[in-house]
């Protein structure tokens, strides 16, 4: 079976990263939702992509100059705000599993210690989650903070040198560009024991032509297309 995964939520049919994008990714019926995460001035987890908000809100600036009380004042479209990554667990409710990005510096212990609250008071379980990053060093740090959870490494320029990684950080997956994908890549995963993740997929073509690589899972800003 392929993973259905909705890329920040449904980003196709709503503003992304927002509690609008996940619940309508619920609807869809994906497997996972995928969200990228930074960390703002106060502390808080903040489900954003782009280290600035200027392209997804109506602001301007670095997300970690800005504290959460600010954060909150921004529109992320549709009258949405920028979520903290607790809001999106508690709308989720385990409906689906979630692909946490760490995009910003000093994301792995603060979302490490939401995913340990939420396994510890909430009845979510470490496989709920998978945490990805083209950060080896956030992810390293997740792995010392917690090797329970699912790790993967995302890949965005042509190399085949993530083994060593992989087995360093008992990797779980591989997370790559729709672009370097092809089957000698993805046989080469599979032989490392790991799983094949391609982004992001939105055309019908590209979508039929991922299943026949068999990859195990597919990101895609319309997940209904899958
Ligand atoms: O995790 C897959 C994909 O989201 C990585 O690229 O730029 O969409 O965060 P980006
Ligand atoms: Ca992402």
Not at 40 to 49: A, N, S, Y
Not at 143 to 151: C, F, H
């Amino acid at each position: 079976m392929v993973l259905k995964i909705g890329h920040r939520g449904a980003t196709g049919y709503e503003p992304e990263n927002t509690l609008l994008s996940f619940k309508k990714a619920i609807e869809l019926n994906v497997d996972m939702i995928e969200l990228d995460v930074h960390v703002c001035k106060t502390g808080e987890v903040v489900v954003i992509h782009d280290d600035k908000v200027d392209r997804t809100t109506d602001g301007k600036g670095y997300v970690a100059k800005k504290t959460f009380q600010k954060i909150r004042t921004l529109d992320a479209g549709k009258g949405q705000k920028i979520p903290i990554l607790q809001e999106v667990l508690d709308m989720v409710d385990r409906k689906a599993k979630i692909n946490i990005e760490l995009k910003g510096k000093g994301t792995a212990k603060p979302v490490f210690g939401i995913i340990e609250k939420y396994v510890k008071e909430k009845r979510w379980s470490y496989d709920d989650f998978l945490i990805s990053s083209f950060n080896r060093h956030e992810l390293q740090k997740f792995y010392q903070l917690n090797p329970k959870v699912r790790l993967g490494i995302l890949i965005a320029r042509p190399t085949t040198r993530f083994a060593r990684f992989a087995k360093k950080i008992n990797a779980y997956s591989v997370n790559v560009s729709i672009d370097l994908i092809n089957k000698d890549f993805i046989n080469g995963v599979h032989k490392k024991g790991l799983k094949g993740f391609v982004w992001t997929v939105n055309d019908f073509k590209d979508m039929e032509r991922m299943k026949s690589l068999e990859v195990d899972g597919i990101f895609s800003d319309f997940p209904d297309r899958l």
